[in-house]
């Protein structure tokens, strides 16, 4: 058993040792260069380029770009919460906890690397005042030192990833994309020729992972190659054609029998599309020809119609940009609950260890603040902090005992370079492997940046040996108090994230139920399908079936389109005034649908009948109202059926911990 877990240590991959050589050469090589270009703190060039490693060239360039940025704005908020507060620590202390703080809800409210520059604003800003606390006189040197040499590693890491690391690769996911694109025309296609309702299954799950899956690759790829950022907009577009195919798909289902002319000729059609997404030409295909349905399927068909030419045109221009528009423009989910939860976490702790710092007046109180500052900035935005601070502290005790190990046994006092670069990089190499592997990486990280901390590599050491216990004894308790906070303090409960999310996709309907004049189709869905795509992903660290999730989301955009229609409907005039009353009857309920989704879907199911009951479709508006009425039930259909989803949402509390006031 013990020996599985030192795998990736006794018996790395090439991957992992390539890896472990490429970042401790370039960290020695920054060290190197820091020591002879005279910089003070030498160890932090190299600190950078081990923790901007990345696997792809334009990853470690955007995540250099934005720690230089994080390090420019954090430098600057340390140096005034220094300036102006140095003669009253506990203010201090109060400001600094409010700048991490703000910092780390920021982090959890940016998205890739943005939110790690968010996070380096905060570390900077405690290292620069908490560093040069006693010598405020020196703070400037101190920013400006920690600027260059953080620019120095920055600068080598981007030479070494010139050299040695890869590009994108962007016809991957072309691949990808027109994979995900056939599969989910497959299955239309499947669901087409049921003669059954379809119900979630593990394919339909698999799918909508894979789209969420989908859109981070190509978020990464765009820190990689810039020039992919103009495609991107149509990979979306392509995502959110897939998602209203397959939901539109499932409604026609419910409405039309097996065999059908309907059927057979929409089957007809996504083959036809199928066999051009396979075909190496861009060919756009004939015009679709009019079917002949009942006039009030004409909205799906119509859906359907515009789904499948979007997903079409998307994959074009994804492949090769073309002169036309992207069909969906996101806007991205952005958790605001959790972020505030966050930064008040965030707060807590950094007050924390601030007060023991100042009621004991330790030596390594400093360290201790400073160590439990970074902490609750580095896990801001990480899925299950409590799990990553958990191992940060191993990674820390073992840096501890490392450094130990060097400066009283193998370096002692006087020692420095070229001796100590040596040893230095004989741990770097134990710490990269361990980065490479899911289960260390964390650990590894911490283990690789606190030694080299903690040892400060390239400076000769002429501390007393009290030194290295104060310090390393103040950055351990550090990592601790972080530890408690994280696990009492608003724990991060990934069920309850789920739930938060949830709770937006659902009261996104209820704002749609309550809107006064024609809502903006294109910016609900822009909204409502990339949190179905994060729903999923969140159900699974959750540990909850994503098949549930799936019929959850995939009923949240029945229920949307259902919305959208009745409204599209109401407000054409096509509606006569008795079937307008009966929609007025129905919206209180669907306005408040969280309360009572069972309730909603009945008031929606009787306006269907009263408008069943009051026309016929050779009546005045007879269309109009057969189109509002399947609407209508669609929605009761989509409401009752998943009562549980709708249900599944967080109370609605006061602005800090709840939903953002709207």
Not at 63 to 81: D, M, N, P, Q, S
Not at 287 to 293: D, H, M, S
Not at 625 to 640: H, K
């Amino acid at each position: 058993m013990q020996a599985n877990r030192l795998d990736f240590l006794l018996r790395p991959s090439r991957t992992a040792a390539a890896f472990a050589a490429r970042t401790t050469a370039g960290a020695l090589l920054a060290l190197v260069l820091a020591v002879l270009l005279g910089l003070e703190n030498p160890y932090w060039s190299a600190m950078t380029v081990v923790v901007v490693s990345q696997p792809l060239r334009g990853q470690v360039m955007a995540k250099g770009f934005y720690r230089l940025v994080g390090t420019l704005v954090g430098a600057a908020a340390g140096l005034v919460i220094l300036y102006s507060l140095r003669p009253w620590p506990g203010a201090l202390v109060a400001a600094l906890a409010l700048w991490i703080g703000a910092c780390a809800a920021a982090a959890n409210l940016l998205r890739g690397f943005r939110a790690y520059g968010a996070v380096l604003a905060a570390v900077t800003g405690a290292l620069v005042a908490l560093l040069a606390f006693e010598d405020p006189a020196k703070s400037p040197q101190l920013a400006a030192t920690r600027i260059s040499e953080v620019l120095l590693g920055i600068v080598v890491a981007a030479g070494v990833a010139a050299l040695f690391l890869p590009v994108s690769d962007r016809a991957g996911l072309l691949r990808q994309a027109r994979r995900l694109a056939t599969d989910v025309l497959d299955w239309a296609g499947e669901v087409l020729h049921e003669s059954v309702r379809p119900h979630p299954t593990g394919l339909e799950a698999r799918l909508v992972a894979d789209m969420a899956n989908l859109i981070d690759n190509a978020d990464q790829m765009v820190t990689d190659s810039p020039r992919f950022r103009a495609r991107l907009p149509f990979l979306r577009g392509l995502l959110e054609s897939m998602l209203s195919l397959m939901a539109v798909v499932r409604a026609i289902a419910l409405h039309t029998e097996r065999g059908s002319p309907v059927r057979e000729a929409l089957g007809g059609r996504l083959a036809e599309a199928r066999a051009r997404l396979r075909s190496p030409r861009d060919d756009a295909g004939a015009g679709l020809p009019q079917l002949r349905v009942p006039a009030e399927l004409q909205d799906h068909i119509d859906e359907f119609d515009r789904a499948l030419a979007s997903l079409e045109a998307d994959y074009r221009a994804l492949r090769r940009p073309l002169a036309e528009s992207p069909s969906g423009a996101w806007t991205f989910h952005r958790d605001w609950p959790t972020a505030r939860r966050t930064g008040v976490r965030a707060v807590i702790g950094i007050a924390l260890a601030g007060t023991l710092w100042l009621a004991s007046g330790w030596a390594g109180g400093g360290p201790m603040l400073m160590s439990a500052a970074i902490m609750c900035a580095i896990y801001a935005a990480h899925p299950i902090p409590a799990s990553g601070v958990r191992r940060s502290l191993l990674g820390t005790l073992l840096a501890f005992a490392a450094a130990l190990l060097t400066r009283g046994v193998l370096l002692p006092s006087g020692a420095g370079p070229p001796l100590d670069v040596v040893v230095a990089g004989a741990f770097l190499v134990v710490g990269t492997l361990a980065m490479v592997n899911h289960r260390t990486a964390i650990a590894g990280t911490e283990f690789s940046m606190m030694f080299m901390f903690m040892t400060e590599p390239g400076r000769v050491w002429t501390h007393p040996p009290e030194h290295l216990l104060t310090l390393g004894g103040g950055i351990v308790s550090g990592v601790a108090i972080a530890t408690v906070v994280f696990a009492l303090v608003l724990p991060v409960d990934p069920r309850r994230r789920l739930r938060a999310l949830t709770g937006e996709i659902v009261r996104d309907l209820e704002r749609l139920a309550a809107a006064k004049r024609l809502p903006a189709a294109r910016r609900w869905r822009a909204r409502a399908y990339h949190r179905v795509l994060r729903l999923v992903v969140r159900a699974s660290a959750a540990d909850e079936e994503p098949e549930t999730a799936v019929e959850g989301g995939l009923a949240a955009i029945a229920v949307g389109t259902g919305l959208l229609r009745l409204h599209s409907l109401r407000s054409d005039g096509s509606l006569p005034a008795s079937a307008v009353d009966a929609l007025d009857g129905a919206l209180p309920a669907l306005r408040s649908l969280a309360d009572d989704p069972e309730s909603a879907a009945a008031a929606a199911r009787d306006a269907a009948s009263r408008l069943g009951d009051m026309h016929t479709a050779d009546s005045p508006g007879g269309v109009a109202v057969s189109r509002a009425r399947l609407a209508l039930l669609e929605v009761a259909g989509a409401l009752g059926s998943n009562s549980r989803f709708f249900r599944a949402v967080l109370p609605r509390l006061g602005w800090a911990f709840g939903r953002r006031s709207v």
